[in-house]
């Protein structure tokens, strides 16, 4: 198949389908930094950076980072949670800093407070998932 029709192919689907997918809007929380929302972005002239928003204020919090494994992410969270005070709710996509055993641990068990934790797809986990449905939907096309 050509590049430009299964691009095509994909949007058509991806349009098709987002529709029919309800929008959730997020609770508006009732004090800063009670919710925050974590994301990576780069690598950008061999740098990370940590961003972080909080879904009071829109306050947005970025940190330069070199390494964006789970303990240096971690080692960094430490550093901002003792400044600005523990989140009661981390929203994050499913990046492997994110969603190591090591994170979790680290807002489950090392924290004095009731955190709760959510993982949203990223868009690359959003297209991986468009394209299975749309294979399953071409098979069944041709089945009939």
Known sequence: ??????????????????????LHPW????????????????????HYFLVII???????????????????????LRII??????PRKVVTDNGPSFTSEEFREFLSDN???SCNY????????WISRACSANIQEENQVHSW
């Open 111 to 113: 924290w004095n407070c």
């Open 81 to 86: 949670f003792a400044n600005h005070g523990l």
């Open 27 to 46: 609770e508006w929380p009732s004090q800063p930094w009670s919710h925050i929302h974590l994301d990576f972005a780069g690598p950008f002239l061999g």
């Open 54 to 76: 909080d879904a009071h204020s829109k306050w947005l919090d970025v940190h330069i980072m070199a390494s964006i494994t789970s303990s240096k992410t971690i080692e960094k």
């Open 118 to 125: 959510f993982t949203i797809p990223s868009i690359k986990q």
């Open 1 to 22: 198949m050509q590049p430009l029709k299964t691009v095509s192919k994909f949007v058509q689907f991806a349009k098709s389908h987002v529709l029919l997918t309800p």
